[in-house]
């Protein structure tokens, strides 16, 4: 497995304050969505894939998880626009998620929570450029 952050291109260009209030959903995000590596490849995958082969709860679960990440983009300022395709992006995720083996493949290759905290990185770049 690497150490390199799927996140590491875009935090070398925010502030210190960015890089601080952003910790931690950067670190959920990593764990549900790219955490480990399969040897040999590149494909990577986290907690989200492991716990949606749970019947019922699991796809439930990474929502609910996913949701603090949209929570802590309203909190540093994302706009209403951003935060709608946050859900809209989460729930993407949990209606195909739960489709059984579709859905678990699904999730290897879509990443919500990888997806919307580069989203909201993006726009603290674009921030603190204007």
């Given at each position: 497995m690497t150490t390199q952050?799927?996140?590491?291109?875009?935090?070398?260009r925010?502030?210190?304050?960015d890089i601080a209030d952003t910790s931690d959903i950067r670190q959920l995000a990593e764990w549900l969505d790219s955490?480990?590596?399969?040897?040999?490849?590149?494909?990577?995958f986290g907690?989200?894939?492991?716990?949606?082969?749970?019947?019922?709860?699991?796809d439930l679960a990474?929502?609910?998880l996913g949701a603090y990440i949209v929570l802590?983009?309203?909190?540093?300022?994302?706009?209403?626009?951003?935060?709608?395709?946050?859900?809209l992006n989460l729930a993407i995720d949990a209606l195909v998620g739960a489709i059984p083996l579709l859905g678990d493949i699904f999730d290897l290759a879509f990443?919500?929570?990888?997806?919307?905290?580069r989203m909201l990185l993006r726009h603290l770049d674009e921030q603190r450029s204007a």
């Open positions: 952050s799927v996140f590491e291109p875009l935090v070398a925010l502030r210190a304050r955490r480990f590596e399969i040897p040999g490849t590149r494909l990577r907690f989200d894939s492991i716990i949606g082969l749970i019947p019922g709860i699991g990474t929502t609910f802590r983009a309203r909190e540093l300022g994302a706009p209403p626009l951003m935060q709608a395709r946050m859900v990443k919500s929570h990888v997806r919307n905290v």
